[in-house]
């Protein structure tokens, strides 16, 4: 089969490698559908270490090919989405909750990280039984690909954020995870979304995703967010891009008492000024989040696509086939063209 494979620091590319086996508790998936996300792109060009050798890639469906021993209510065929996070359902941290760290810190991220990813024509699916999720049949592979990553980081900023019906929110970076948070902020019933970007078309699609005012990153939006809340600031600022500038921004604009909810990966020291901190007296809420995955929370988003609550297929801009994963991871990273997110059609 072909798979994308990561073979050191700037070097990746199709690769041949065998269809791989199901082992006790795994299913194998034959992949419809995948995309690359900004943690492939830290991993091609060496800023995140996986091993050489590793296929790339945590996000896709597909159709179930081969089931192993223990792995039950399932038949190949059926179609799946697969969590790019991807639980064991039993261990502590899981058990507690926290499937995300399954087994220990960022456990549950094995795709493309820890074990060979999902771009390509097959993926062995490690606790097969804790996260195959049935597609619905009236849903289109690309209606529901986006929940397996960037919609499910998304809506847990906000949902771990606590965002409250009425509630200000500001929303920093409208990347794909961004425009995610806006929409799930949107959707925990904020009043006001204050989305910001430096770039005008993320901002237009910010006000589709449900921001009811955009600030141009390349202004002071911490002063503008200031004026828009009559000082006060907000119930909850989001940081999805994971800079010292946003995460600082992020901090200013909270009210007493506010919560910042950090969905972003940070590549270096990370500094919190004394009085946005208010001094480490202003009763402030900082709380991170890794995607959630498992099968549950991905039946439970694919519930608000199947009702019309969410669509996020305005965010595919590009589709390419597997065999131009080159250009696309090319064309990803170099964000021309207004690009979004690529859609792989890989079978
Ligand atoms: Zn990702
Ligand atoms: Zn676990």
Known sequence: MRANVFSGPGKFGLAEKPIPRAGAGEAIVQVRLTTICGTDVHIVRGEYAVAPGLTLGHEATGVIHELGPGVTGYEPGQRVLMGAITPCGQCEPCLAGNTSQCGGALGGWRFGNTIDGVQAEYVRVPFAQANLARVPDALADEDVLLLADIASTGFAAAENGGVRLGDTVAVFAQGPIGLCATLGAKLRGASHIIGVDADPD??????????????????????????????????????????????????????????????????????????????????????????????????????????????????????????????????????????????????
């Open 202 to 347: 993320r901002l237009r699609m910010a006000q589709r995703f449900g921001a009811t005012d955009v600030i141009l990153s390349e202004t002071d939006p911490v002063r503008e967010i200031r004026e828009i809340t009559g000082g006060r600031g907000v119930d909850v600022a989001i940081e999805a891009l994971g800079s010292q500038a946003t995460f600082e921004s992020a901090l200013r604009v909270l009210r007493p008492g506010g919560t910042l909810s950090s969905a972003g990966v940070y590549s270096s020291h990370l500094q919190m000024p004394l009085e946005a901190l208010a001094a480490g007296l202003g009763d402030h809420t900082i709380v991170t989040t890794l995607c959630p995955g498992g099968k549950e929370r991905m039946s439970r988003l694919m519930r608000l696509v199947e009702t019309r609550r969410i669509d996020l297929t305005p965010l595919f801009t590009h589709v390419f086939p597997l065999e131009e994963i080159e250009r696309a991871y090319e064309l990803f990273s170099s964000r021309r063209d207004k690009v979004l997110k690529v859609a792989i059609r890989v079978s």
